[in-house]
């Protein structure tokens, strides 16, 4: 299976301020096409997961554009701009390339 | 809109069995692939598996083989998840996802959850 490490595993971020996350996969996630099969979501509390950026890098419907994602291969990061109180919550990578698909550990991004 | 409806939390005794569902709506049921996710209590979230209801495929990830059956009645645009005999580990929530059209490992749209609680 492939491994997917977080880190930090706890973010604590004050409003207006930027926040970026890591994820690292124990093997390329970059297919033949392309495309990096790398996905983030965010769990708000007592919610169900969200889909925010697909394919490494790509916004999905209705995201805020402070939410970006960037990397390739192994090396992935989700930026927010500006961090805002509704952001707040746990965010997990995810890889899709293969079955089984697998989860980072979880970053829970907190407000100061 | 797509909807991914759940059926209610439940609560069993180890060695009972269990089937939950999850009633799609809003899209083509039988265009896109749909799963199950398990969040164990406080925990991070495990794929268990996928079901294509065009042709019934289906991928299991290792972990949960032979442990689950995923099913679709198609008729009525629902999964299912099921346990021959629950074990107090299976405590967890059970969360359904529809995968995107382009590509079947990734969940775009995901269900309320269902709250499964096995205890003697």
């Known amino acids: 299976d492939i491994v997917m490490t977080q880190s930090p595993l706890s973010l604590p971020v004050t409003p207006g301020e930027p926040a970026s996350i890591s994820c690292k996969s124990s093997?390329?996630?970059?297919?033949?096409?392309?495309?990096?099969?790398l996905d983030w979501y965010l769990q708000k509390p007592g919610k169900s997961p969200q889909l925010l950026i697909y394919?490494?890098?790509n916004r999905a419907s209705g995201v805020p554009d402070r939410f970006s994602g960037s990397g390739s291969g192994t090396d992935f990061t989700l930026k927010i701009s500006r961090v805002e109180a509704e952001d707040v919550g746990v965010y997990y990578c995810m890889h899709a390339l293969q079955s089984p698909v697998t989860f980072g550990q979880g970053t829970r991004l907190e407000i100061k | 809109e797509v909807q991914l409806v759940q059926s209610g939390a439940e609560v069993k005794k180890p060695g009972e069995s269990l089937k939950i569902s999850c009633k799609g709506s809003g899209y083509s049921f039988t265009s896109h692939w749909i799963g199950w996710v398990r969040q164990l209590p406080g925990e991070g979230l495990e794929w268990m598996g996928i079901?294509?209801?065009?042709?019934?495929?289906?991928r299991y990830s290792p972990s949960f083989q032979g442990q689950v059956t995923i099913s679709v009645d198609k008729s009525i645009s629902t999964a299912y998840l099921q346990w021959i005999s629950l074990k107090a580990s299976d405590t967890a929530i059970y969360y359904c996802v529809r995968s995107s059209l382009d590509w079947g490992y990734r969940p775009d749209y995901w269900g309320q959850g269902t709250l499964v609680t096995v205890s003697s």
């Open positions: 079901f294509y209801p065009g042709n019934s495929d289906t």
């Open positions: 394919l490494g890098s």
């Open positions: 093997q390329s996630l970059l297919h033949s096409n392309g495309n990096n099969y």
